[in-house]
């Protein structure tokens, strides 16, 4: 991966960091280019002292870079991001580098770093091969078309009086653009570059099932955004933003604006735990999406078990948590734990029958009410039990 690309990851990244840096060598500059971009438009969203409107039309602005189609060599009649430094009358960094007088959410130093780089890595982006510069696309206009959603959808709200999702189905819809389009593209990405992963790989590594691992990623990925949600709820409700759906609440007799009571919590725990309940859901379809995983790509199953494993540990907590509704608590698996956690998750990776073991081990932990079905490891190519979805 770039020098200067790793830089700029590890500087507005920690936890992903870890699993792009394992990533394949075939993968990992398309994939931390996404991730970097993304992070990029996030902190463009979420910069709440410049003007929703001026935000808005920054995004547009780079969904429609990011759609821009040129032949792979053919001369470029624009440098890309120059429209980016018309709309804003410099570079894409300015109007957010005089937030951080105004706002204490204003982007951190890595994040300015991050917009300032943002031209030279649509350039890097449209240098892409065809193939990966659509699969790269199509993920970031998803996450763009959900980012948007949020600044048409939370104008107007405010800490006293939050604005909730409507629904079930609109938390599922921005699950998907900003978390399981990633599942999606992660799974095709890999697809296209690890022959093992279409079943053409030499004898005896096993081969997954793309269109079936693209299923699995999407749950993955969108329970990994749930849980995100569940999370960070008394900080976002403090934004005026809250994901929880209305009529979940409603069923409850509670409006938004008392979730920001954290004696609330118990009220509020039959709608949060069937939220976890779902989030569990989806991170046992991430243990078997990397179950499926060929036992030969190591690299591969690493990084995605990172999420895994860190995301089940996370849920436990939360599940065993009175604060959930404590803008001052914020739960997370201590640094220690993670090590040892990830330490004792490497080592079992190399063995089917061990992983297997080992996911069923931390969706107990989490309180599933009984083993998640077809956590069986991939056999190799040649021998039966490969778990099916």
Not at 285 to 298: I, K, M, T
Request: net charge positive; hydrophobic share 45%.
């Amino acid at each position: 991966m770039d020098p200067t690309l790793r830089s700029l990851l590890q500087g507005t990244s920690r936890s992903f960091y870890l699993s792009l840096r394992l990533l394949p060598p075939a993968t990992a500059p398309q994939i931390g280019l996404a991730y970097l971009i993304a992070r990029a438009t996030d902190t463009i969203a979420d910069t709440e002292a410049v003007a929703p409107a001026l935000r808005a039309a920054l995004l547009r602005a780079l969904a429609a870079e990011l759609g821009r189609e040129r032949a792979l060599g053919a001369p470029q009649d624009e440098q890309p991001g120059a429209v980016l430094d018309r709309l804003l009358g410099g570079t894409p960094a300015a109007a957010f580098a005089a937030t951080r007088a105004m706002s204490p959410a204003a982007p951190s130093a890595a994040e300015l770093a991050l917009l300032r780089r943002l031209p030279a890595l649509l350039a890097t982006y449209q240098a892409l091969a065809p193939a990966d510069r659509r699969r790269t696309g199509r993920c970031l206009r998803t996450i763009i078309s959900g980012q948007l959603l949020d600044l048409e959808r939370f104008a107007g709200a405010r800490a006293e009086a939050p604005v909730a999702l409507p629904d079930r189905a609109a938390l599922e819809d921005y699950c998907w653009r900003v978390a399981g389009v990633v599942g999606a593209y992660w799974t095709e990405m890999h697809c296209a570059h690890l022959p093992a992963l279409r079943g053409t790989g030499p004898r005896g590594q096993g081969a997954a099932e793309p269109a079936r691992l693209r299923r699995l990623g999407i749950r993955y990925g969108k329970a990994l955004q749930l849980l995100n949600v569940l999370r960070d709820l008394p900080r976002d409700l403090a934004r005026g933003r809250c994901y929880l759906p209305a009529d979940g609440l409603a069923a409850l007799g509670l409006a938004p604006r008392e979730l920001r009571a954290p004696e609330l919590a118990p009220r509020l725990r039959p709608l949060y735990d069937e939220l976890l309940q779902q989030t569990l859901a989806g991170l046992a379809a991430g243990a078997r999406y990397l179950l499926l995983l060929p036992p030969g790509q190591l690299r591969l199953r690493l990084a995605t078990a990172l999420p895994l494993w860190i995301g089940l540990e996370t849920l436990r907590r939360l599940r065993a948590s009175p604060a959930i509704l404590d803008p001052r608590r914020v739960i997370k698996v201590p640094r220690r734990q993670l090590y040892r956690l990830l330490a004792a998750g490497a080592l079992r990776l190399p063995s089917g029958r061990a992983s297997a073991a080992f996911c069923r081990r931390l969706l107990r932990r989490a309180a599933l009410p009984a083993p998640a079905p077809g956590l069986r490891p991939v056999a190799p190519a040649g021998e039966a039990g490969a778990s099916r979805a």
